[in-house]
T-cell receptor, first 113, second 115 residues
């Protein structure tokens, strides 16, 4: 089956620190990969995505590269801000009629001033 | 502004009671989804619908029911058969047309609590 594994949190960083949240996947085909962010008490917002190998998704200073050889899609940001504190979800979807999302368990990030 | 709305934000259910969560979208999306989120966990798919008058069970459909009578609406009913309904419920939609646009957009969620 399909699955997504994220590094366990919580992750606590100081402002302006470098962020990496690891994400690896198992899929039967060629998935599209996503990072979603969830702020406290809210729904999920799409942060970035990549649809094929070696694609790099980027948004708001966050980046992730689709690595087929290592089945990974690690999220990075060079300098985090307090406002980046949230839960981050890695997810995948496969070609097919349903296009269902398979989510990782989420990683809580807290950025301290 | 286009988007997805969910209501109510908080919902309380008594034992043996059915409750219905609303989800409306004005994005003209064909596909809609319901997910359940438990504390510290990822999202699990309850039901999804790719077109009007059609829907399929997801991974945890037991104790839930849905309808899709209109393109913009996909209400979820939590029945008395769902023994552990306390969770955060998220609705999502996607274009769902070939070439498939798989990006899903989420509503703000409804938190269901059992009295």
């Amino acid at each position: 089956g399909n699955s997504v594994t994220q590094m366990e949190g919580p992750v606590t960083l100081s402002e302006e620190a470098f962020l990496t949240i690891n994400c690896t996947y198992t899929a039967t085909g060629y998935p599209s990969l996503f990072w979603y962010v969830q702020y406290p008490g809210e729904g999920l917002q799409l942060l970035l995505k990549a649809t094929k190998a070696d694609d790099k998704g980027s948004n708001k200073g966050f980046e992730a590269t689709y690595r087929k050889e290592t089945t990974s899609f690690h999220l990075e940001k060079g300098s985090v801000q307090v406002s980046d504190s949230a839960v981050y979800f890695c997810a995948l979807t496969l070609s097919g009629s349903a296009r269902q999302l398979t989510f990782g368990s989420g990683t809580q990030l807290t950025v301290l001033p | 502004d286009g988007g997805i709305t969910q209501s109510p934000k908080y919902l309380f259910r008594k034992e043996g009671q059915n409750v219905t969560l609303s989800c409306e979208q004005n994005l003209n999306h064909d596909a809609m989804y319901w997910y359940r989120q438990d504390p510290g966990q990822g999202l699990r798919l309850i039901y999804y619908s790719q077109i009007v008058n059609d829907f399929q069970k997801g991974d945890i459909a037991e104790g839930y029911s849905v309808s899709r009578e209109k393109k913009e609406s996909f209400p979820l009913t939590v029945t008395s058969a769902q023994k552990n309904p306390t969770a955060f419920y998220l609705c999502a939609s996607s274009m769902g047309q070939a070439p498939y646009q798989e990006t899903q957009y989420f509503g703000p969620g409804t938190r269901l609590l059992v009295l």
